[in-house]
Nanobody, 127 residues
Framework: EVQLVESGGGLVQAGGSLRLSCAAS????????IGWFRQGPGKEREGVSC????????DYADSVKGRFTHSTDNGKNTVYLQMNSLKPEDTARYYC????????????????????WGQGTQVTVST
Protein backbone atom coordinates (compact mmCIF):
# COMPACT_ATOMS: atom_id res chain seq x y z
CA GLU A 1 0.00 0.00 0.00
CA VAL A 2 1.32 3.43 -0.96
CA GLN A 3 1.16 5.78 1.97
CA LEU A 4 2.84 8.44 4.05
CA VAL A 5 2.75 8.14 7.80
CA GLU A 6 3.59 11.00 10.13
CA SER A 7 4.51 10.59 13.77
CA GLY A 8 6.08 12.53 16.61
CA GLY A 9 3.43 15.09 17.39
CA GLY A 10 2.31 15.89 20.91
CA LEU A 11 1.86 18.51 23.58
CA VAL A 12 4.84 20.67 24.48
CA GLN A 13 5.41 23.89 26.39
CA ALA A 14 6.45 27.05 24.61
CA GLY A 15 10.18 27.01 24.03
CA GLY A 16 10.27 23.25 23.81
CA SER A 17 11.11 20.91 20.95
CA LEU A 18 9.55 18.10 18.97
CA ARG A 19 10.74 15.99 16.08
CA LEU A 20 8.24 14.87 13.49
CA SER A 21 8.85 11.92 11.21
CA CYS A 22 7.35 11.08 7.85
CA ALA A 23 7.86 7.58 6.54
CA ALA A 24 6.94 6.40 3.06
CA SER A 25 5.74 2.90 2.32
CA UNK A 26 5.06 1.40 -1.08
CA UNK A 27 7.26 3.89 -2.92
CA UNK A 28 10.69 5.54 -2.68
CA UNK A 29 11.29 9.18 -1.87
CA UNK A 30 14.25 9.24 -4.28
CA UNK A 31 12.58 11.27 -7.04
CA UNK A 32 10.36 13.35 -4.81
CA UNK A 33 10.30 16.62 -3.01
CA ILE A 34 8.79 16.19 0.42
CA GLY A 35 6.99 19.05 2.08
CA TRP A 36 5.73 19.73 5.56
CA PHE A 37 2.50 21.66 5.84
CA ARG A 38 0.38 22.68 8.79
CA GLN A 39 -3.13 23.80 9.48
CA GLY A 40 -3.92 25.56 12.72
CA PRO A 41 -7.38 26.06 14.21
CA GLY A 42 -9.37 28.40 12.01
CA LYS A 43 -6.48 28.85 9.60
CA GLU A 44 -5.72 27.80 6.08
CA ARG A 45 -3.11 25.16 5.46
CA GLU A 46 0.35 26.65 4.96
CA GLY A 47 3.68 25.34 3.75
CA VAL A 48 6.36 25.00 6.41
CA SER A 49 9.32 23.49 4.60
CA CYS A 50 10.26 21.29 1.67
CA UNK A 51 13.26 19.19 0.76
CA UNK A 52 14.56 17.56 -2.40
CA UNK A 53 15.20 14.04 -1.16
CA UNK A 54 18.04 13.17 -3.54
CA UNK A 55 20.23 16.21 -2.87
CA UNK A 56 18.95 17.71 0.35
CA UNK A 57 18.13 21.19 -0.94
CA UNK A 58 15.67 22.80 1.45
CA ASP A 59 13.33 25.75 1.60
CA TYR A 60 11.57 27.10 4.68
CA ALA A 61 8.72 29.43 5.38
CA ASP A 62 9.90 32.67 6.97
CA SER A 63 7.89 31.91 10.10
CA VAL A 64 10.02 28.87 10.94
CA LYS A 65 13.47 29.79 9.63
CA GLY A 66 16.12 29.34 12.28
CA ARG A 67 13.82 27.21 14.44
CA PHE A 68 12.85 24.22 12.28
CA THR A 69 15.19 21.85 10.48
CA HIS A 70 14.09 19.49 7.72
CA SER A 71 16.28 16.47 7.09
CA THR A 72 16.29 13.05 5.45
CA ASP A 73 17.34 9.52 6.24
CA ASN A 74 17.81 7.94 2.84
CA GLY A 75 18.33 4.49 4.27
CA LYS A 76 14.97 4.59 6.03
CA ASN A 77 13.03 6.40 3.30
CA THR A 78 12.04 8.89 5.97
CA VAL A 79 12.16 12.63 6.46
CA TYR A 80 12.18 14.56 9.70
CA LEU A 81 11.17 17.98 10.92
CA GLN A 82 13.06 19.06 14.01
CA MET A 83 11.12 21.86 15.64
CA ASN A 84 12.87 23.96 18.28
CA SER A 85 11.85 27.08 20.19
CA LEU A 86 8.22 26.21 19.64
CA LYS A 87 5.62 28.94 20.01
CA PRO A 88 1.89 28.71 20.69
CA GLU A 89 1.28 29.90 17.13
CA ASP A 90 2.98 26.72 15.89
CA THR A 91 -0.01 24.77 17.18
CA ALA A 92 -1.46 22.93 14.20
CA ARG A 93 -1.94 19.61 12.55
CA TYR A 94 1.22 18.88 10.59
CA TYR A 95 1.14 16.98 7.33
CA CYS A 96 3.86 15.64 5.10
CA UNK A 97 3.34 15.42 1.37
CA UNK A 98 5.28 14.15 -1.63
CA UNK A 99 5.69 15.83 -5.02
CA UNK A 100 7.16 13.72 -7.84
CA UNK A 101 9.92 15.59 -9.65
CA UNK A 102 9.98 15.65 -13.45
CA UNK A 103 13.14 17.00 -15.07
CA UNK A 104 14.46 19.87 -12.94
CA UNK A 105 14.36 19.04 -9.27
CA UNK A 106 12.94 21.82 -7.16
CA UNK A 107 10.66 22.07 -4.18
CA UNK A 108 7.79 24.39 -3.44
CA UNK A 109 5.65 25.36 -0.48
CA UNK A 110 2.59 25.38 -2.74
CA UNK A 111 0.38 22.57 -1.46
CA UNK A 112 -1.34 22.12 -4.83
CA UNK A 113 1.89 20.75 -6.32
CA UNK A 114 1.83 17.73 -4.01
CA UNK A 115 0.18 14.47 -5.01
CA UNK A 116 0.52 12.29 -1.94
CA TRP A 117 -0.42 13.23 1.59
CA GLY A 118 -0.25 11.71 5.01
CA GLN A 119 -2.99 11.88 7.62
CA GLY A 120 -1.16 14.35 9.79
CA THR A 121 0.04 14.54 13.37
CA GLN A 122 -1.14 17.07 15.95
CA VAL A 123 1.27 19.50 17.55
CA THR A 124 0.03 21.58 20.45
CA VAL A 125 2.22 24.22 22.09
CA SER A 126 1.05 25.51 25.44
CA THR A 127 1.95 28.82 27.05
Amino acid sequence: EVQLVESGGGLVQAGGSLRLSCAASGFSFEHYAIGWFRQGPGKEREGVSCIIFRDGRIDYADSVKGRFTHSTDNGKNTVYLQMNSLKPEDTARYYCAADFQYGDYDCTLNEYEYERWGQGTQVTVST
